[in-house]
């Protein structure tokens, strides 16, 4: 059986990181066993691991590979960034060739970036002999709907789930929406969240991380080493386009952030896009930031927003760090609503709509929205929690990944069975 998994953009790496390491673990389980036993599932897995370019820095990418322990992708398509059509467009090209050469039995795509959708579509309509035969197309993170068709990934979300073949839910309202629009049930499968299989796998070597001391974030830093507290702060992540590439709509998120900003300091690790239109819109100073350029920096600028650290994106080791000992975060990604659930941290979302409302049912995520008042109020009420009632969604265990792999090996074998190993 060959599994083909398609990685692109930062919040793919840790979706994908746990599929692999299952794979692996099935290929070790095989090998101790021995296949010759006669057990159908005793076959090892070939796995191909294809990284499409969409994010292609050190910051965006290549930290995550090692903090992930990914292997090195065995091909890339280096797109690198470009309009949606045209990132769309060049990945799409470039992966039928890789298709047409490897021919998987199942391609795997996680979430909801351009990188979804274009290798989804690529799959759904590659033929790989005469009779059309294809890979089967596997969806991680599949059924969640934000119902806001202006937001480019609630496209991929719902085009990618139409062309897949199996879908992996992260939680019941993906059941919900997938049976509301007249998905086969048989196509579903409710197996958890593998964000989350990385985060419970990641979660205690993330405090060997530096970051908070880089970051001067210890109330006594310097007095008596072990005995350092670390100092209230609030963790700051925004890059929806909807909310920083028009100046009025991101003046308006800044206004709602400054009593917080005021009270305690923001570590704000800046996504290349805000980082493009602050300088665009010439928010330095709004931010508290000395000079023309936006220069990444870990010391405390002066200014209006006295006490913002501004950092590079960061890896996904020193941001879990940032996340587990923050007294809030507020941000617009969906990832971190549903990391902050699980760890049980406050956390305000400024979007106007959520896809993952198990994080606000869970308690420790508020949807916001994205005017100034409604955002002061919500911080101020989770600025004021002190405990957090850490309740874990349904099946967010660590075993999503293993889920994935059963199933996929149970269709294979059911197909092989009936002489179909490829879907038509
Ligand atoms: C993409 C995803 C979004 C995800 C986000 C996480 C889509 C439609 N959007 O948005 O769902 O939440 O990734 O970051 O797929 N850039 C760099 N270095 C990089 C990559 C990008 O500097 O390694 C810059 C480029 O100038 C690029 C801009 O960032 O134009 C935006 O990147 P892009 O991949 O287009 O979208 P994101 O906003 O990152």
Not at 174 to 194: A, Y
Not at 261 to 269: E, K, N, Q, S, T
Not at 326 to 345: F, K, N, P, R, W
């Amino acid at each position: 059986m060959i599994i083909l998994t398609v990685v692109g953009a930062r919040p793919n790496f840790m979706k994908a990181a746990p599929i692999i390491a299952a794979i692996n673990e099935h290929n070790e389980r095989v090998s101790a066993n021995g296949a010759g036993r006669g057990e159908r599932s005793a076959q090892t897995i070939r796995h191909i691991l294809v990284h499409t370019g969409q994010h292609y820095d050190e910051f965006m990418s290549g930290s995550f590979f090692s903090d992930l322990k990914l292997p090195k992708p065995d091909i890339h398509l280096g797109v690198g960034s470009g309009s949606h059509a045209a990132q769309t467009a060049k990945i799409m090209k470039k992966f039928e060739v890789v298709l047409l050469t490897e021919k998987p039995d199942v391609v795997v795509v996680v979430g909801d970036v351009n990188s979804t959708l274009a290798c989804a579509l690529v799959a759904a309509k590659i033929s790989f002999d005469s009779a059309g035969s294809r890979p089967g197309i596997a969806h991680v993170e599949a059924g969640l709907r934000s119902f806001d068709r202006s937001m480019p990934e609630e496209i991929n979300r719902i085009l990618t789930d139409h062309v897949s073949d199996l879908l992996f839910v992260t939680e019941q309202s993906g059941l919900q929406n997938l049976q509301n629009e007249g998905i086969s049930p048989d196509k579903i499968h409710f197996v958890g969240n593998t964000m989350i299989d990385s985060l419970l796998t990641f979660k205690e070597k993330a405090e060997t991380s530096i970051i908070l001391d880089k970051l001067k974030l210890h109330a006594n830093a310097g007095n008596n080493g072990d005995g350092k507290s670390i100092c209230r702060y609030a963790l700051l992540t925004l890059h929806r386009p909807s909310n920083v590439d028009n100046r009025s709509a991101f003046l308006n998120i800044l206004d709602g952030l400054e009593e917080l900003a005021a009270d305690w300091p923001i570590v704000f690790p800046i996504h290349p896009r805000t980082r493009q239109r602050v300088q665009e819109f010439g928010l330095q100073s709004r931010l508290g930031l000395n000079g023309a350029e936006v220069k990444p920096d870990t010391a405390r600028p002066g200014g209006g927003f006295r006490n913002i650290i501004l950092t590079e994106p960061l890896g996904y080791l020193d941001f879990l760090c940032l996340m587990k000992h923050a007294a809030l975060v507020v941000t617009d990604s969906g990832g971190i609503q549903e990391e902050t659930t699980c760890l049980g941290i406050p956390c305000v979302t400024v979007r106007e709509s959520t896809e993952r409302p198990i994080t606000i049912e869970s308690g420790t995520n508020v949807l916001a929205g994205t005017q100034k008042e409604k955002i002061r109020g919500a911080v101020r009420r989770q600025m004021a929690i002190k405990y957090c009632d850490q309740r874990a969604p349904e099946k967010w265990d660590g075993q999503a990944a293993r889920r994935i792999i059963a199933a996929l090996i149970r269709t294979h074998q059911e197909r092989t069975l009936s002489q179909r190993s490829l879907f038509q």
